[in-house]
């Protein structure tokens, strides 16, 4: 990410336009944007916007907007001292018992999604260096995956809030592995700073979806336009970050550019990989800050979306998920909280 910290009122309807684009991720104030700060500004949230039921309470959120320290000076805000975010809803916490459904039942469901997706192109060809494979993820990958991500995130160096020095908060919860990502700085570095955790390391099966997700865009390009062209527009990469953002219904991203990684990474054009699970999102993208002129597409659960090569430094956002929208079996055999789950894997 690079700070997208986004200042959008939660009511606004059109949730992505941030008034000031970003600098880092999770996009942040037009001040750091003077400064070439980060690239990716978070969608900033008030405190009405924090799921009190679903975190530790957070301190008040100011405008990101007013931040006037520099990037990489200092501390970053954080729920320091909080227990990790669970991104799933733990059958022992909740009171209400819930009984699994019959396996048939969730195979049913599994196969009811795969014909449904028979109607939607598999490969979708969004704009050059840019791709999106449909429901590439198989439902019991998916399931997997966030069995592992809610694992992991419940341990050290799990999925936290974060934020900036100043109090905002984006409006997600995060989890790095292999390298931790700070909003506040724009930067990676091996431990975070706000309780010196070492992220996770990527487990090697998610390296793996990446890789096949990778072969699999290069055998559908290569049909269009080449062999040689196809690793030309889209570039190999081999994972060593994963940022992991959890978004409940009220979570999203302002449009910001990924442009924290290496030089030599960016300037090869290494892909950013992306993976959706859970409910669906508009994906939001274009060559400037000008929302007028961004265009979107949906990312539904098993989606993955690649950008690299000229498309390597889009400008890029989501906004709120789409209720009711992450499939039955997925909800059912992992109980993981209405939102939605975004992994993005990148080569340092
Ligand atoms: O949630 C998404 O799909 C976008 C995430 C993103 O833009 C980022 O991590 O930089």
Redesign the pocket.
């Known amino acids: 990410?690079?700070g997208?910290g986004e200042k959008t009122p939660a009511n606004s309807a059109q949730p992505w336009k941030a008034r000031s684009a970003h600098g880092s991720?999770y996009g942040r104030s037009s001040e750091r944007q003077k400064q070439g700060a980060c690239t990716?500004s978070p969608s900033v949230s008030s405190s009405k916007d924090s799921p009190q039921h679903l975190v530790t309470p957070v301190q008040p959120l100011k405008s990101a907007d007013s931040r006037s320290s520099p990037c990489g000076s200092g501390s970053v805000g954080s729920d320091s001292g909080a227990a990790p975010f669970d991104i799933c809803m733990s059958a022992n916490k909740c009171p209400v018992i819930k009984l699994n459904p019959p396996l048939f039942e969730v195979n049913r469901g599994k196969r009811r999604d795969r014909e449904l997706s028979k109607d939607v192109a598999p490969f979708q060809h969004l704009r050059p260096g840019m791709v999106l494979l449909k429901r590439f993820i198989k439902p019991n990958d998916q399931v997997k995956i966030v069995k592992v991500c809610q694992q992991l995130g419940v341990g050290s160096g799990g999925f936290y809030r974060p934020g900036y020095r100043d109090g905002a908060k984006l409006r997600l919860w995060m989890m790095c592995l292999g390298k931790n990502w700070d909003p506040d700085s724009c930067s990676y570095s091996d431990t975070r700073p706000f309780d010196g955790a070492q992220p996770p390391t990527i487990p090697e099966e998610f390296r793996k979806y990446v890789q096949d997700a990778i072969q699999a865009s290069h055998e559908l390009l290569k049909q269009r336009i080449g062999a040689a062209n196809a690793v030309k527009e889209l570039p190999l990469m081999s994972p060593d970050i994963c940022?992991v953002?959890f978004?409940n219904s009220s979570g999203r991203?302002g449009l910001?550019q990924?442009k924290d990684e290496s030089k030599s990474s960016l300037d090869k054009g290494l892909p950013?990989v992306?993976f959706?699970l859970g409910e669906t999102?508009e994906?939001l993208y274009g060559d400037g800050r000008d929302e007028e002129k961004v265009s979107k597409v949906d990312?539904e659960s098993g989606d993955v979306?690649i950008f690299g090569g000229k498309s390597r430094h889009i400008f890029?956002?989501?906004s709120n998920t789409k209720p009711k929208t992450a499939p039955k079996w997925l909800t059912d055999e992992t109980s993981l909280r209405p939102g939605?789950l975004?992994l993005?894997f990148r080569q340092y």
Request: proline share 0%.
């Open positions: 990410m690079a997208g991720v990716f940022l953002n978004y991203l910001h990924d950013v992306s959706s999102t994906f990312l979306l890029h956002g989501v939605r975004n993005t």
